[in-house]
Nanobody, 117 residues
Framework: QVQLVESGGGLVQAGGSLRLSCAASGRTFSRNSMGWFRQAPGKERDLVATISWNGGSTNYADSVKGRFTISRDNAKSTVYLQTNSLKPEDTAVYYC??????????WGKGTLVTVSS
């Protein structure tokens, strides 16, 4: 069974940067699109960014366009989310996921990003 493990979260001042990582086990990583959601306290889980199986296509929520960059390294079975120019409203637990042709079938446990003003 595929497992996703996020890392890289932490406390950062507004304007700072963090690089989140999501390491996947299993041999089918390179076949699937991946992405990141986030959930702020008291709010619903929102889609942040997606990336196709080969990295050739990416999409971002309007709120993070120009500040966040999603990428992947299939040789390392890892997807990344570079977060720059962080704002207090970016504070949330960030979850990575795997999407197959059947839909999202795997979630990580999340990594907390806290942005102080």
């Amino acid at each position: 069974q595929v497992q996703l493990v996020e890392s890289g979260g932490g406390l950062v001042q507004a304007g700072g940067s963090l690089r989140l990582s999501c390491a996947a086990s299993g041999r089918t990583f390179s076949r699937n699109s991946m992405g990141w959601f986030r959930q702020a306290p008291g709010k619903e889980r929102d889609l942040v960014a997606t990336i196709s199986w080969n990295g050739g296509s990416t999409n971002y929520a309007d709120s993070v366009k120009g500040r966040f960059t999603i990428s992947r390294d299939n040789a390392k079975s890892t997807v990344y989310l570079q977060t720059n120019s962080l704002k207090p409203e970016d504070t949330a637990v960030y979850y990575c996921y795997r999407r197959t042709t059947q839909g999202i079938d795997q979630w990580g446990k999340g990594t907390l990003v806290t942005v102080s003003s």
